[in-house]
């Protein structure tokens, strides 16, 4: 799901920003049939671009954006509850940015899932309504053409290659409803309409795929009333016929119409004169988006690190001690970095498992277990001493806790819930020998609360007990 939401971004991207230049130049112009295929062209590219497998040496700007976005999404998609996707979030930094993706992600599924269930339910409404009509037949509908009498149609409409007309239109204004319609389902009007719906509806949150659809059924009905125009029906009669029908709503928005699409634009389209052919280079504005759409598709060509001869991962390369590099070759043809340095790295553990080490009942059970043992260091609160110090450690593959080290108490909560609260004295001696005492007191204890803690359930991967690392913020604070 986390891979789908990034592919919705940059497709959102590419679409805003064709579409975009598409209403600015084009919109106005009378070459319909162009329009036409140009909105069309903007549908069915914008999907594709993201899918082109395109990388660049350097991460273009919107790629990192997308990166750190796409960081918490993958983490999300494969954690199980949310203590672990507190802890996996602490390892990289913010875990309120997790949280505000999960929400985003799952707000933007319910709305997909709601769009789609309402579009389903429109297209059973729509089969209910061809049931319920009587095949007719007129002059000038071809035999391919269904034309459906229903006695609760008010506003003529067609759908595919079927037509829905009233009895009063078809007693009054048959013959000009009829050659509207039919060159809606001569032009294949109705597949144009199911492709931009479902854009709609994967895109629902964005306002640019609904403009879009509006404008390509604005050029739907340019279309069929220049056809109708064209067929001998004078310009006067039309536009009577259309005032007249401007008071009745549509059976199904998927549908086509005679009322649909606003009438004070059909009107001034109708009045105006066609536009200038080199209006068509216009269409030279396709170049530049095109090479835009393609910067925003691209992906950086990551590179795979290799420390002395076996991958490492991000976390372990950040943890490596500069001093020790020894050099670094980069191999551009093969994409990969190798570096050497003069201390082996121990990386054969799990920074995150698919199932992480357990405290044995649970994360309550383990807040339950440290309560009872924690104090908070009698020469920290002399010293003034607080802050949230990170205890990483290793569970191995029996449970038990080793490689046992605190980090040095920091300001930041870390996503702790476990905090350890104790009365700042009024008369604490700040000096810095004795607050480096405190400081050394806070991770000592730490450690030793951890060392004594029971064995762990074990992270499992591929169903396989595995070696896991995991980081345990503890916050002490004075009142």
């Not at 919705?8 to 919109?27: D, E, G, K």
């Not at 040496?57 to 790629?63: K, L, N, R, S, V």
């Not at 918490?72 to 913010?94: C, F, H, Q, W, Y």
Request: aromatic share 8%; net charge neutral; charged share 20%.
């Amino acid at each position: 799901m986390a891979a789908f939401i990034i592919y919705t971004i940059r497709w959102a991207v590419i679409l805003t920003l064709l579409y975009s230049l598409y209403r600015l130049l084009l919109r106005r112009e009378t070459f319909h049939r162009l329009n036409r295929a140009v909105l069309l062209a903007i549908l069915v590219v914008s999907p594709l671009l993201p899918l082109i497998p395109l990388h660049t040496a350097e991460p273009t700007a919107i790629d990192e954006v997308l990166t750190r976005i796409e960081g918490p999404l993958m983490r999300i998609s494969s954690e199980k509850n949310v203590a672990e996707s507190t802890l996996a979030s602490s390892k990289t930094g913010d875990a309120a940015s997790g949280l505000w993706m999960r929400y985003c992600a799952y707000i933007y599924i319910i709305g997909l899932t709601v769009a789609l269930a309402t579009y389903m339910f429109r297209l059973l409404t729509l089969m209910r309504v061809i049931r319920r009509s009587h095949c007719i037949s007129h002059p000038i509908v071809p035999e391919t053409v269904h034309l459906m009498l229903d006695m609760k149609v008010k506003q003529p409409s067609s759908w595919m290659h079927w037509i829905f007309i009233g009895p009063i239109d078809l007693k009054q204004n048959a013959e000009t409803v009829l050659k509207h319609e039919l060159a809606h389902v001569r032009m294949g009007h109705s597949w144009d309409v199911i492709l931009c719906d479902l854009t709609c509806r994967l895109l629902w949150c964005l306002p640019f795929a609904w403009m879009l659809r509006q404008d390509l059924v604005d050029v739907h009905e340019y279309q069929a009333d220049e056809a109708v125009l064209q067929s001998g029906v004078t310009l006067e009669d039309y536009e009577l016929l259309l005032v007249r029908k401007a008071a009745h709503t549509q059976i199904l928005p998927i549908m086509n119409t005679l009322r649909r699409g606003a009438v004070k634009k059909r009107f001034a389209m109708m009045h105006s004169s066609r536009s200038s052919c080199w209006s068509r280079l216009k269409l030279l504005y396709l170049v530049p988006a095109f090479a835009a759409c393609l910067w925003v598709s691209a992906k950086a060509e990551g590179y795979e690190t290799y420390l002395n001869g076996k991958y490492a991962m991000q976390e372990e390369l950040e943890s490596i001690d500069h001093s020790t590099i020894e050099h670094v070759d980069v191999l551009h043809g093969q994409k990969e970095v190798q570096a050497k340095t003069t201390t082996e790295l121990k990386h054969d553990y799990f920074i995150i498992a698919e199932q992480m080490p357990q405290f044995p009942g649970g994360d309550a059970a383990m807040m339950q277990h440290i309560s009872r043992h924690i104090r908070y260091p009698r020469i920290a609160i002399e010293s003034g001493v607080e802050g949230t110090v990170r205890v990483e450690f290793i569970v191995e593959t029996d449970g038990t806790i080793t490689n046992v080290k605190a980090s040095e108490p920091s300001s930041a909560s870390g996503g702790s819930n476990i905090i350890v609260t104790a009365y700042r004295q009024e008369s604490s001696n700040t000096s810095i020998s004795v607050k480096a005492e405190g400081i050394r007191a806070l991770k000592e204890y730490a450690e030793e609360i951890v060392r004594g803690m029971p064995p762990f359930e074990p992270g499992r991967q591929s169903g396989s007990a595995v070696r896991t690392k995991v980081i345990l913020p503890i916050t002490f604070k004075l009142n």
